[in-house]
């Protein structure tokens, strides 16, 4: 039997994927390196649907119907290029290859341009939700080719998590788009889990509350506007006890946070770009500082804090102002990772549509959460919007907890309280809507020091002053009117 998907790569999130086409009616073709994890399927979860297993990737090729559709599902990176290599030969005009693991865009585009000499069609496609959304429903970003995804799409759309009925998939765009997408998003997970991880610390230290108190409150906060798998799964952790010491987990995991890449690369195109995700560079920094051992050995005893111990006086109020804090910075984070979506689709030529990625990301991965909705809707609303936190919608709630965000950033400067995410959504906050912004001094210091120019607001055209001769101003280059 012809099979109508083939995914290669086995381990935790290939054996899920394939599963879940299994379990959904399709006829999949199963491959991986080591024969072990594909026998290890078979014995496992064979009865779950129908599989054809091969040992070698010619009678995996040979098992699938044309044109194929194979999902690498390996490590990335040379990983995935050593699968291409050996799977091109063995493939004819108009199949479809698609890598669904983490891949950083620049060698999606290589790897697409590479794929089309030979007249196949490369997708690279991004799978959020981790071991669990794999099996049972993942959001799922594809790129590549359209006319791969008339044939690929629906298989895709099978799979996916389901929201109202709509599948969490769609069509994103051309070559690199689907793992940019899939890039921002975890760049926005940086930028959710540090938020959250600021809000557990300042209620914690300004009310003293335990975790498990404090997981109650991540609980309630869940069933309103906040709702979302980040804030219910972090009442989960919260509420864990260390079986060994009695403790908190929470207490007993060393605070050094990790990072895979996703995040570093997400920051790097920003500034490649020039767009200001000051949220999720802030998230990814923390990380870093995080693990900066020597330097947080070489200040702890050193630098002090300069503060008396917190004590909020009204701890549910204060909790109140955490929760609209956390609100407004997260509608920040997300406003900037869009902004940077429209960018690179200008920049690259993508075509992206903002409103359709809120809608996939509403289930199946790891951001997904209820306001999500309210972003698609934006988008509906005013397709070239500008700036996400400048619709009606959502500049209204930003309004609604302004107060409370400045009270609680100030608060956790004056005590002491490293809130890198919160302030600096702030202070970008501050930044864009003000009328006057102090980088007119910045040009001022430009055009004294390395004759660099600058633009008035009063007439058109480049500007230099003579600032070593009588300082007088000189119209410089064109553009005159
Ligand atoms: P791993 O990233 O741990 O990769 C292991 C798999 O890659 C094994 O099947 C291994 O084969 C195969 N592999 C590695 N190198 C080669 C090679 N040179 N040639 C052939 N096969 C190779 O697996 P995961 O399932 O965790 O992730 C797969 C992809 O999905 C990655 O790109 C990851 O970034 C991405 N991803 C992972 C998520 C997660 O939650 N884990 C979430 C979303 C995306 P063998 O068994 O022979 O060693």
Same mark, same amino acid.
């Given at each position: ?227 979302? &798998? %980040?804030?219910? @799964? *972090?009442?989960?952790?919260? +509420? ?7 403790? #908190? ?121 209820? &306001? %999500?909705?309210? @972003? *698609?809707?934006?988008?509906? +609303? ?7 936190? #400048? ?91």
């Amino acid at each position: 039997q012809q099979a109508e998907i083939g995914v290669t790569g086995l381990a935790v999130m290939g054996r899920n994927l394939a599963r879940n086409f299994a379990r959904h009616g399709h006829v999949v073709a199963i491959h991986n390196r080591t024969f072990a994890k594909t026998q290890a399927l078979i014995d496992e979860a064979g009865s779950e649907g129908t599989f054809v297993a091969s040992e070698s990737l010619e009678d995996f090729v040979a098992s699938l119907a044309r044109p194929r559709k194979i999902i690498i599902m390996v490590k990335a990176g040379p990983g995935t290029d050593a699968v291409i290599d050996e799977l091109v030969p063995l493939l004819e005009e108009g199949d479809i290859v698609v890598d669904a693991g983490n891949a950083h865009f620049p060698d999606t585009i290589r790897r697409e341009q590479q794929l089309a000499e030979h007249g196949l069609h490369f997708v690279g496609s991004g799978v959020s939700g981790g071991e669990e959304g794999a099996l049972n429903g993942p959001s799922i970003m594809p790129g590549g080719s359209r006319k791969s995804y008339e044939s690929l799409g629906p298989l895709l759309e099978d799979i996916s998590a389901k929201v109202d009925g709509t599948p969490c998939c769609t069509y994103i765009g051309p070559d690199g788009a689907g793992h940019f997408v899939k890039m921002v998003h975890n760049g926005i997970e940086y930028a959710d889990m540090q938020l959250i991880a600021e809000a557990y610390d300042l209620i914690r230290r300004g009310t003293g509350k335990s975790p498990a108190e404090i997981a109650d409150i991540f609980t309630e906060w869940n069933s309103g506007e906040l709702e979302s &798998f %980040l804030i219910e @799964i *972090t009442a989960e952790v919260l +509420r864990q006890v260390d079986a060994e010491s009695g403790e #908190a987990l929470v207490d007993v995991i060393l605070d050094q946070a990790e990072q895979k890449g996703t995040g570093r690369w997400t920051v790097q195109n920003a500034l490649d770009l020039g767009v200001p995700i000051t949220g999720i560079a802030e998230a990814t920094f923390a990380r870093a500082l995080s693990g900066s051992v020597p330097q947080r050995e070489a200040a702890r005893d050193i630098l002090p804090a300069g503060t008396v111990e917190w004590h909020v006086e009204d701890p549910d109020a204060f909790v109140e102002d955490v929760r609209r804090a956390l609100y407004a910075s997260k509608v920040v984070a997300y406003s900037q990772g869009f902004d940077q979506i429209a960018a690179a689709s200008d920049e690259y030529g993508w075509d992206i549509d903002r409103g359709a990625m809120a809608r996939i990301w509403r289930g199946g991965c790891i951001i997904r959460a209820r &306001f %999500l909705n309210r @972003i *698609t809707e934006a988008y509906e +609303r005013d397709e070239k919007l500008p700036l996400l936190i #400048a619709d009606d919608f959502f500049a209204g709630v930003i309004t609604e907890c302004l107060e409370a965000w400045r009270r609680v950033v100030a608060g956790a400067a004056q005590n002491g309280i490293p809130t890198p995410a919160f302030s600096s959504s702030l202070a970008y906050y501050d930044g864009v809507r003000a009328d006057r912004l102090p980088a007119a001094l910045i040009q001022g210091l430009r055009d004294l020091f390395g004759a660099h120019t600058y633009r008035r607001v009063d007439k058109d055209g480049t500007f230099h002053t003579e600032w070593g001769g009588d300082r007088s101003e000189t119209a410089v280059g064109g553009g005159f009117k």
